[in-house]
């Protein structure tokens, strides 16, 4: 087996140590992620932005002496701005207008403190709009573990981009799932940290607050290194998590106390069914959970089967759409056209336009009111986590989103993971099982505003009991 491969099924701290300890250098990494990429990213289209020959540079310049220095890592093309670097967000009319950000986002700053080697950005559905990423803008992202299935969205580039080895950790972003769902398609560790707890800027709080920046990772170490460089406030910050520890990485290497953990075991959510392989492995989890001490019971916030969520959630968001379409128009410089943007963000902007000021500011009290709604099963319930599905389905087939039905679904799936964006409550998707037909399913692990330190422990805790690191896809750079 050749370096690169050996690599490939390494985790970032892992080879992060290997450069500590003189084994190889930044230099060699780099390069054995970019062989890796131009080996294996054409059967999966993950990485649509290359910035080789920079990073090359960047590392014979000198990379910062951070605790991941010269790991190659990938951006997501959604936020997360890189100066210099396209700009796209999945959409053909920036990708045509040759857009490129002005300058860092203070994530991309703490990326480059912590001494990673950029290698590029990864594909996003446009205006991470679906749980999919099949831009037209830039072709489908395919699933390594069955490149018929789709990755999830919106951090699907980033998530299939680790699943296939061709880098150890990248970064994602979730407004309504997109660091979990495509973390639970693919086989990997994914945390939505709390609201506040990784600063926006220089952007503000991004779809009415409930975007949060990430990652994906192999291994919940990696995650809980990177949110201690990433975690933070930055100048001019609206909101700042609490309860953050000393290290969140000192937090993997112990187990939790016995927590009480409540199931979420339900055949559908307002009519969208769960599937039977899906609740088999939450259950599954469930009786492991018990096995390692934990308590167990039946039970979950009755909120987050709110019938009215999902449109509030839509009525909260719409808006963000519309006035993003107005800051388009101000860039192309003219009225955009209807090829301009997919429908599907066509539909989300003529929902918009529908929400007046009262409405909005109606439908911002509900979300007050549903954000003590169900903080109030941990605060008063006396829980420490809710166990549940991430996606009531495995990965769907490409092309599942597509057209009106396709719309619908793409708005009625999201049954266990918007609600946490709604409340800033930070939920993270465990690799834990797979379907019947070989597809990896993730559960989702969720704590009360500012407790990352609950979900990171208790997932380190699984992971040593039950290792998932080795389990290979279909297309695997090693």
């Keep these: ?76 093309d959604l936020g997360c701005e890189m100066a210099g670097e396209p700009s796209h967000s999945g959409n053909r009319l920036l990708r045509d207008l ?76 979730d407004g309504g799932g997109s660091i979990r769902m495509p973390a639970s398609n693919c086989g990997l560790f994914g945390l939505k940290p709390s609201r506040g707890r ?22 919940v170490r990696d995650t809980a290194a990177a949110l201690d460089f990433a975690a933070g406030y ?47 492995v939450v259950r599954e989890a469930a009786e492991f959970l018990s ?19 999902l449109d509030r959630w839509l009525q909260l968001l719409s808006p963000t759409v519309t006035a993003m379409f107005e800051d388009l128009e101000a860039l192309a410089g003219r009225p955009l056209e209807r090829g301009d943007a997919e429908e599907m963000a066509w539909w989300w902007r003529e929902r918009g336009t529908e929400i007046g000021a009262a409405r909005h500011i109606a439908n911002q009290d509900w979300r007050d009111r549903f954000r003590r709604r169900m903080a109030s099963w941990w605060a008063d319930g006396g829980f420490d986590v809710l166990l549940s599905p991430v996606l009531p389905t495995p990965a769907t087939p ?11 679904r793409s708005i009625r799936i999201l049954c266990f993971t918007p609600q946490f964006n709604m409340v800033g409550q930070p939920a993270a998707s465990v690799p834990f099982g797979f379907s019947a037909d070989g597809l990896p399913v993730g559960v989702h692990l969720a704590a009360a505003y500012g407790r990352e330190d609950v979900l990171i422990r208790l997932a380190a805790q699984i992971e040593r009991a039950r290792p998932w690191a080795r389990q290979r896809p279909a297309v695997f750079a090693g």
Excluded at 29 to 55: P, Q, S, Y
Excluded at 251 to 260: A, F, G, I, K, Q
Excluded at 398 to 406: I, K, M, P, S, T
């Design 291 to 309: 096995g390692l001490g934990h308590r167990v019971e039946v039970s979950h916030p009755e909120a987050m089967t709110d019938p009215e969520f």
């Design 98 to 173: 040759g857009h490129r950000a002005t300058e860092d986002a203070e994530l991309t700053k703490s990326v480059r403190r912590a001494g990673f080697a950029i290698l590029g950005r990864t594909n996003v559905p446009e205006f991470g709009l679906v749980n999919t990423t099949e831009p037209v803008a830039y072709g489908p992202a395919r699933n390594p573990w069955d490149t018929g299935r789709s990755t999830g969205g919106s951090s699907g580039g980033s998530a299939a981009a680790v699943a296939a080895g061709l880098v150890p950790i990248a970064q994602a972003s």
């Design 1 to 76: 087996m050749g370096m690169s491969e050996e690599l490939a099924g390494m985790d970032a701290i892992g080879q992060a140590a290997l450069v500590s300890a003189g084994e190889v250098t930044a230099a060699e990494l780099t390069e054995a992620a970019i062989a890796r990429i131009e080996a294996v990213d054409g059967r999966i289209n993950a990485v649509i932005h290359r910035r080789f020959d920079k990073a090359r540079q960047e590392v014979a310049d000198g990379l910062p002496d951070g605790p991941f220095h010269g790991v190659p890592t990938l951006l997501k």
């Design 398 to 408: 490409l092309g599942y989103f597509d057209g009106e039905e396709g719309l619908r």
């Design 198 to 219: 990784i600063s926006p800027a220089p952007g503000g709080d991004n779809m009415e607050g409930h975007t949060t920046l990430g990652f994906v990772s192999r291994s």
């Design 234 to 280: 930055r100048t001019g910050d609206s909101m700042v998590a609490p309860h953050r520890p000393d290290s969140y990485l000192a937090l993997t290497s112990t187990d939790p106390e016995p927590l009480r953990i409540g199931l979420m075991d339900v055949p559908d959510v307002n009519g969208f069914p769960v599937d039977a392989d899906v609740n088999a």
